[in-house]
């Protein structure tokens, strides 16, 4: 009587790893070790951008903040120039009303004595009125002068002013930007992340209406 050959017995690998991954192939473990390595690879990739558009909004920021200084000071020195001017233009209005006076005072002179006067001395009075005139005109032409000088510096301050304005409000979104990548790398949220992209680019349109001033 022949015995029994005894049952073959399975080896059992004890692990984390269930049934079914004991009895794959080696090929078919391959494959899945690398579609989950590419699916590794595809959420570090935003990280990445993520870094690099968190760079991206602090060079701009750090852009935008020098700017700010600069139209600040042109602002304040546009403003002081344009005084100075309007100051001068008040002298010159000093200056011009006194000669328009003096020419107003002769020619009212000439009319008392010019009956009884002899001919040099009227035309001494009317060379007087002649040369109070002319200086009044030449205060008037140079006024001119000054006023247009002083509204073009003024202009300047206020397009000075504008470009401050409008670098504050992108230093403002860069910095809320910079804010929420922050949170979306703390928290790895891809969503937190985009939306920290838009609110940046919101400061990239101010930062470059900074430079062109379109509005």
Known sequence: MMGHSPPKVRPCIMGTGTRKELE?????????????????????????????????????????SFKLEHFSVESVLKQVMAS????????????????????EKVELELKTIEKNASADLVQEYRQKIQSYGDQAKRYDKEKADIMKEAKHLEKERDEAHERRELFGKAII????????????????????????????????VYFANGFVQLT
């Open 24 to 64: 794959m192939e080696p090929t078919e473990i391959r494959e899945e070790v690398k579609e989950e390595f590419e699916r590794e690879k595809k959420r570090e990739n935003w990280i990445n951008y993520l870094a690099l558009t968190t760079v991206l909004l602090a060079v701009c920021a750090t852009l935008s």
């Open 84 to 103: 100075d001017q309007w100051a001068f233009y008040q002298a010159k209005s000093t200056k011009g009303y006194l000669y328009e006076l003096q020419k």
């Open 173 to 204: 979104f860069f910095q809320m930007g910079i804010l929420l990548c922050s949170i979306a790398a703390l928290l790895k949220k891809k969503s937190i992340w985009i939306v920290g992209s838009l609110v940046g680019l919101l400061g990239i």
